[in-house]
């Protein structure tokens, strides 16, 4: 062989192991696009997750946040109610005491008087 034609053989031998690497290069790249794409997907479905979690959260925490207004509305209700007997109590246990010592002054004055006819009814029988 000669010169050109053992360089021509070197060249076609560069170019095989050229176009095989770059055949290797091209399945390399799908691969890495098939890699990227199932990513992709794989990204979308979480975001997709994630934008539900968010909604539902969202939607649960503005269900508490009702829930927890309407537990302090009837906090302040309940409040208001005990505050009110509590009042009327205070009321009832000051009109007791009323009606205890006007009870108490009648029957002392009863006392007395049962006392004075007693005792007037035993001068009149002595006479």
């Known amino acids: 062989m000669t010169q050109i034609e053992e360089r021509l053989s070197q060249l076609e031998e560069v170019?095989?192991?050229?176009?095989?690497?770059?055949?290797q290069l091209v399945e390399v790249q799908?691969?890495?696009?098939?890699?990227?794409?199932q990513m992709s997907?794989?990204?979308?479905?979480?975001?997709?997750?994630?934008d539900e979690f968010v909604f539902q959260s969202q939607r649960l925490f503005g269900q508490q946040a009702t829930r927890l207004i309407n537990?302090?509305?009837q906090t302040e209700r309940l409040e208001a109610i005990a505050k009110k007997l509590d009042r009327d109590?205070?009321?009832?246990?000051?009109s007791l005491n009323e009606y205890?010592?006007?009870?108490?002054?009648?029957?002392?004055?009863?006392?007395?008087?049962?006392?004075?006819?007693?005792?007037?009814?035993?001068?009149?029988?002595?006479s």
């Open 15 to 23: 170019q095989r192991r050229t176009q095989t690497q770059i055949n």
């Open 100 to 126: 205890r010592i006007t009870t108490d002054a009648t029957l002392e004055r009863i006392d007395r008087i049962l006392d004075y006819l007693v005792k007037g009814s035993g001068d009149s029988e002595n």
């Open 71 to 73: 537990v302090e509305g």
């Open 30 to 37: 799908l691969q890495t696009q098939v890699s990227i794409s």
């Open 41 to 50: 997907n794989r990204v979308g479905q979480l975001s997709s997750r994630v």
């Open 89 to 94: 109590y205070e009321e009832q246990k000051a």
